[in-house]
């Protein structure tokens, strides 16, 4: 994996590139005096809400809340990770991205160019009848449409041993055996990977081909094979049709997990395109923390048989660290010798769609497995039962979620919350919940705040003295973190800075503060700033010898006393100094 990449460049990126150019090119905005505004991209309404301010480059819904720079709208609109967000910012500015020396090598990214061109060549034989053989047949018979193959990339390998070998000659052999595409066998022969099977490309969610899945025409073993890990493909982290979901949908309010690549296939094919598969393996911790990026509700789809449901209890144990409230996991299961290609084309899209509604939540599913031949009306098989469902509970985040599992255990075991954190040593009760709103701030302060907001240079404005008396005596108030952010990081434009606070408490106060701009303007701004500073300090001061004195009225012992007179002393010193 490359190293990081730069702070000050992504400051430098997310000022470069206009805001207006990034929003206007993804959604249509109409400008309205100063600002720019549409139809919110991220909740229903009629009357547009969502609006662009092109001086301040950033955006805020007044209906939903949405705000941030370019960088957040990528993330948010496309459901890009933080990189890939940075990563296409940096292709609209023209420029590269530079990283930070690390230990970590690049990604070859001439792979991703061999990958694409394998994904050509399957494509152009697939079309070729005289090498394709019987598998557009193959794929007749299965339902598969030639629009839905053409979506989803699917094509063939023939059956030669070198055919992509010569396809791709123009690259050496080893680059190819580094994509996956050929094999290297012990006696140093090479030969192409996938031979007389039906490809099916994983791309991830930028669309880029990083691997393979080839399906044999008929009953030879093994019946799927799969391209081997590489450097730009690791199975436990890729979801075949992740990419395709969600380019035929702009809202993903479900995603299904199904096991193979037919089942994707065919359910798109009959009307149901929000599903995925995992490649050949479990579904792992990674697989749920980016399907839960997308949606909010997930349903695995499994076989009823003995394998489905071994498979469905590590997906659940696998989900529980990332599975809290406002995250629904679920369980559909599938009679035996039935798969959801099947299924669908024998039932139809509302007979699927129904047992998709019926499906078992995580929690029930939980329960019943971890119960299952045990007599609850004993007492050691409630025991047993406490014993086998607690290390995978206390897996769970903390939270509203685990809270309820726990009491759902307690009531299934017949065993008090409180016994239940003896057992364990662990308590599951809620904890008081970390203030989602910034700490109440004064009238001045939230004057100084906008101030920063709106011009964030006037904080160069303050002398040397100034800023370490604030940092030294102001250090815990947003005011202190604000001009911290500007003068050490260099955060000196409205976007960044508001950027900065994403996710913190913080936010929203920054978010209401931004959009209405102070009164004054130029120099009155700057003189009004410095003098509010100063009397925040004071404030900050008097606010202080209040608290000090009402500790007396608790304790007024001479250490007390002491501290108390001491400040006082102190302020006193410091007021004649400036008189002088």
Known sequence: ??????????????????????IDSRI??????????????????????????????????FGCGATGTSLRFLMEYERLEFVEAIETLARIAGVEIPREAGVQKQVDTDLYEILSLA??????????????????????????????ARDFGIGFAPAAWDGLKSALAQFPENKLVDAGLLVRNDAGRVYDRFRERITFPIRDTRGRVVGFGGRVLGDEKPKYLNSPETEVFQKSRELYGLFEARRALRELPRLLVVEGYMDVVALAQHGVPNVVATLGTASSQAHFEKLFRYTREVVCCFDGDSAGRTAAWKALSSAFPVLHEGRQLRFMFVAEGDDPDTLIRSEGEAKFNQLV?????????????????????????RARLADAALPLIEKLPDGLYRRMMVERLSQEA???????????????????????????ESKIARKLMSYLLHEPTIAKDLSQETRDELFASVNDTLVAEMLRRVLEKNLTDTGTLLASFVGEPAHQLMVELASTPPSLVGTALENEFVDGVHRFLEERTRDAHRALARGLQE??????????????????????????
């Not at 034989?125 to 598998?135: K, Q």
């Not at 078992?360 to 009306?377: H, M, N, Q, R």
């Not at 308590?427 to 700490?439: E, G, I, L, V």
């Not at 007390?560 to 400036?578: H, I, M, Q």
């Open 119 to 148: 994904d050509h060549y399957y494509r152009s034989v697939i079309r070729d009848h005289g090498l394709s053989g019987n598998a557009v047949e193959y794929l007749k018979e299965r339902g598969v449409t030639g629009v839905i």
């Open 1 to 22: 994996m490359p190293g990081r990449i730069p702070q000050s460049f992504i400051n430098d990126l997310i000022e470069r590139v206009d805001i207006v150019e990034v």
């Open 414 to 440: 017949k065993i008090s919350i409180a016994a239940i954190e003896k057992r364990v040593g662990i308590s599951f009760r809620a904890r008081p919940s970390q203030s989602t709103t910034a700490p109440p």
């Open 555 to 580: 304790d007024d012992s001479s250490e007390r006393l002491a501290v108390y007179w001491k400040a006082r002393s102190e302020t006193d010193s410091g007021n004649v100094s400036e008189a002088t």
């Open 357 to 381: 509604e019926a499906s078992v939540s995580a929690g029930d599913y939980f329960f019943k497995e971890i119960g299952s031949g045990l007599d609850l009306s004993s007492m050691d098989a």
């Open 28 to 61: 249509s905005l109409k400008r309205t005096g100063k600002n720019l505004q549409a139809l919110c991209p991220f909740h229903e309404e009629k009357t547009p809400s969502f609006s662009v301010n092109p001086e301040k480059q950033f955006y805020y819904c």
